[in-house]
C-alpha cells in the first residue's frame, strides 16, 4: 500500500524558514516524479513544485519559485521541501504527492496523495 | 499562465445527474484530470486523461473533453458524492501544473 506520510509543519514568523519531509512507502521512489501541493485555509489547491525521479529536473510555481527549493532522497525514500523567506499567504496545508510518471508529461497526474503538513506563517 | 475556470458550485438532487465543467483555452489538447476532496480529507483522483476511471473509481464518474471545455459527469448522484471538485492540466508552455479554482457539488 502506498504510504505518504508529511512532517515538519508549524509555526514560524514572516521571513523565516522550516523542512517539510514525505516519508514514502509502499513503492520505489526512484521510479516516479513527486510533488507538493498546498491548500490555503477555506482556498482551493494549489500547485507548489515538483521534482523527477531522479532529482535532476524541478518545475516550480511562479509564487515560490526563488524561495522553496524541492528536493529527494531516493535511497532514504524521502522527499522533501526548504521554505525560505516564508510570507503570511505561504499558510497553508502542504500535501506531498506521488506523479503518475517518472518525469511530468502529458498523461502525467498526481496519483496519491498525503494526509498533509500545516504551516502556519505569523507574526 | 494558463487558466482553468470552474463553476464555484453545483447542485444536484440525489439519483439525478451532475456535470461540472473546467473551461481553459483549446482545453481539448490536454489531458485534463479530476479530483475529489471531501471535508476534512485529502484529494483523491477521480478521472484521469479526459475519461479514464482509476482502480476502485465507481462507474458513475466519467468524463470528456473537446474544444474548450471538459466535463466531469457523475451519474446516479448519492449524498457521499458531495465534495469539491477539481480539474487539473499540466501547461507545457509554462511547465507548470494548473489547478482549477473547484467546485462544491451539493447534493439536496
Known amino acids: 500500500e502506498v504510504q505518504l506520510l508529511e512532517s515538519g509543519g508549524g509555526f514560524v514568523q514572516p521571513g523565516g524558514s522550516l523542512r517539510l519531509s514525505c516519508a514514502a512507502s509502499g513503492f520505489t521512489l526512484n521510479v516516479f516524479a513527486m510533488s507538493w501541493v498546498r491548500q490555503a485555509p477555506g482556498k482551493g489547491l494549489e500547485w507548489v513544485s515538483t521534482v523527477s525521479g531522479g532529482g535532476d529536473v524541478t518545475y516550480s510555481a511562479d509564487s515560490v519559485k526563488g524561495r522553496f527549493t524541492i528536493s529527494r532522497d531516493n535511497s532514504k525514500n524521502k522527499l522533501f521541501l526548504q521554505m525560505n523567506s516564508l510570507r503570511i499567504d505561504d499558510t497553508a496545508l502542504y500535501y506531498c504527492v506521488r506523479d503518475h510518471y517518472e518525469r511530468v508529461a502529458e498523461g502525467d497526474f498526481f496519483q496519491n496523495w498525503g494526509q498533509g503538513a500545516l504551516v502556519t506563517v505569523s507574526s | 499562465s494558463y487558466v482553468l475556470t470552474q463553476p464555484p458550485s453545483v447542485s444536484v438532487a440525489p439519483g439525478k445527474t451532475a456535470t461540472i465543467t473546467c473551461g481553459g483555452n483549446?482545453?481539448?489538447?490536454?489531458?485534463v484530470h479530476w479530483y475529489q476532496q471531501k471535508p476534512g480529507q485529502a484529494p483523491v483522483l477521480v478521472v484521469y486523461n479526459d475519461g479514464d476511471r482509476p482502480s476502485g473509481i465507481p462507474e458513475q464518474f466519467s468524463g470528456s473533453n473537446s474544444g474548450n471545455t471538459a466535463t466531469l459527469t457523475i451519474s446516479r448522484v448519492e449524498a457521499g458524492d458531495e465534495a469539491d471538485y477539481y480539474c487539473q492540466v499540466w501547461d507545457r508552455s509554462s511547465d507548470h501544473w494548473v489547478f482549477g479554482g473547484g467546485t462544491k457539488l451539493t447534493v439536496l
Open positions: 483549446n482545453i481539448g489538447d490536454k489531458s
